[in-house]
């Protein structure tokens, strides 16, 4: 994958120019397949059919090293984030929406409750406690993680 | 509310073009996509489906 950013490429249809730009190349760090921006100088020969002014896609081979090769040994201090930063993102995200999701639960209850239907309430509140005991239980991980 | 896994063109283990992803953007011809750690990706071409129970959503990529 290759973005461009705000490159304006006006004149000739077809041309060869130096130029900096950001791109993105996936590759893979301890099984996590992930991506992050580099930015290079370097020249290569391409058509811009259009004058343009967004962000572009396009794929074109791309002869130069990023010095990684796509390893994590050779990359560190470069990537913007760790396979474990990631997986404490996704965490943090997971642990907040399970919150969210016990939170819409529980109103659900309440909506049963209202509807008369106690039993039902009763369940479905048994269920969201049983859902924030699991939360906690990663909550509890994510913290110890966080210290690490 | 749910991340979202972004295929390009169809919905294929080999067409998975962003996990993780909490942004979908359509501007000016082009689908970008944000995922988790704020890392973007930019397509040209138009969000062709997305099912937000599932978490899944299809890009069609621009003709060229």
Do not use: W
Not at chain 2, 8 to 24: A, D, G, H, Y
């Amino acid at each position: 994958m290759h973005i461009h950013e705000d490159h304006i490429a006006g004149g000739a249809p077809q041309h060869e120019h130096p130029h900096t730009h950001e791109h993105t190349h996936e590759h893979t760090h301890n099984g996590v397949a992930h991506t992050h921006p580099h930015a290079h100088i370097h020249e290569h020969d391409h058509v811009h059919p259009h004058d343009h002014d967004h962000l572009h896609d396009h794929a074109h081979p791309h002869d130069h090293s990023h010095g990684c090769e796509g390893q994590c040994a050779g990359c560190q201090g470069s990537c913007e984030h760790t396979p474990m930063e990631e997986l404490m993102a996704l965490m943090k995200y997971m642990v907040g929406h399970n919150a969210a999701h016990a939170k819409e639960l529980a109103d659900l209850a309440g909506k049963l409750e209202d509807a008369g239907n106690h039993v039902a309430y009763e369940q479905v509140m048994a269920a969201v406690s049983d859902f924030e005991k699991g939360n906690m239980r990663l909550s509890v991980v994510l913290s110890s993680l966080d210290v690490k | 509310m749910c991340l979202s896994t972004v295929y390009k063109n169809s919905l294929t283990p080999e067409t998975v073009m962003m996990r993780n992803v909490m942004r979908i953007e359509c501007k000016d011809g082009m689908v970008i996509l944000t995922d988790l750690m704020e890392r973007q990706m930019a397509i040209e071409g138009t969000l062709e489906m997305a099912n937000l129970v599932d978490g899944v959503a299809v890009v069609k990529e621009a003709a060229v």
